[in-house]
């Protein structure tokens, strides 16, 4: 029988450096879409999607993201006082419960796959997700709900994917490609943004994963990739050699890639348009400037 998939990694130890000034002093994953910040779609998501317990690889500064999931006594009895209980509920609805989230810290900034390294001993020896915040899943059911599903039926490791142009291959981890059905595309290795002419598919890794615990044999090993990164494909790619099944999963939805400004601004948008009370009013603006 499979083990469930109980816990969520979220590397937020990251330095915003596409967004300076704004991230000086906020964490990138506290940046707003609308009304909620980056890392609270996220955890949303993976509550949605009956994951248990949430591990937080932070760095200095990152402080924030903490306090942001604390309760605020002082907000809270402020906004009681005032009579407004809803917003105290609506507080309380998503903030998971005690002793659900753990923090640790990545020290030094070596990659992906030393943040996720670095969460080895909340993990433990059981298959994990692993979400980044900088993108945004917009999907019904929620995007690390279609995994999971995919993983009780398949098992082994699986990733979110989408399809992008070939000259953009070089920004992504890369599959190669050995059966596809529109859907699920089960992979015999994986490359990190490889050159485009190289490439071996078009078919690209995006922020959700599901893995194996097996693989943080690999990340301590410290072998550096592109960029002179631990890069977590290069760990993916040794589970393959391995012999343990990997897949990607062409997702129900829509992805806003919100490590870039422009993306960001095109989560803004449609995240705002869709809003139940700000969406009539975003378009009348947007007409006057259209």
């Keep these: 029988m499979r083990q469930p998939i109980r816990k969520a990694v979220f590397p937020v130890a990251g330095l915003g450096t596409r967004f300076l000034p704004a991230t000086k002093a906020m964490p990138k994953e506290l940046l707003p ?3 909620k910040p980056l890392i609270h779609y996220a955890v949303e998501e993976a509550k949605a999607a009956g994951i248990e317990q949430f591990f937080f690889v932070t760095s200095r500064a990152k402080g924030a993201i903490d306090d942001y ?4 006594f002082e907000l809270e009895t402020t906004l009681s006082e005032r009579g407004k209980e809803d917003v105290v509920a609506a507080l309380d609805a998503w903030r998971p419960e005690p002793g659900q989230m753990a923090y640790t810290r990545q020290q030094t900034p070596l990659g992906l796959g030393h943040a996720v390294w670095c969460a080895r001993g909340l ?3 059981e298959p994990f997700a ?11 059911p929620p995007c690390l ?3 999971i599903d995919a993983y009780n039926e398949l098992g082994g490791n699986i990733v979110a994917i989408v399809d992008v142009p070939r000259e953009q291959t070089n920004r992504y981890g890369v599959l190669d490609v050995v059966a596809d059905d529109g859907r699920l595309v089960r992979a015999r290795g994986v490359v990190e943004k490889p050159d485009p002419a190289a490439a071996p598919s078009t078919s ?8 194996q615990p097996e693989v943080f044999t690999h990340l301590g090993r410290g072998e550096r990739g592109s960029g002179g990164e631990i890069q977590l494909t290069d760990a993916l790619e040794r589970l393959i ?11 129900s939805g829509r992805r806003y890639d919100c490590g870039d400004k422009l993306g960001f601004l095109e989560a803004t948008i449609a995240l705002g348009l869709a809003h139940p009370e700000l969406g009539e009013g975003l378009r009348q603006i947007l007409r006057q400037y259209l």
């Design 33 to 35: 879409i609308v009304d």
């Design 130 to 140: 692993v979400l980044l915040a900088d993108d945004l899943m917009v999907c019904e």
């Design 69 to 72: 999931f604390d309760r605020a």
């Design 241 to 251: 050699e391995e012999g343990q099944s990997f897949h990607g999963l062409r997702f």
């Design 204 to 211: 690209t890794i995006v922020g959700r994963y599901i893995i």
């Design 123 to 125: 993990v433990g020896d």
């Design 145 to 147: 709900r279609q995994m």
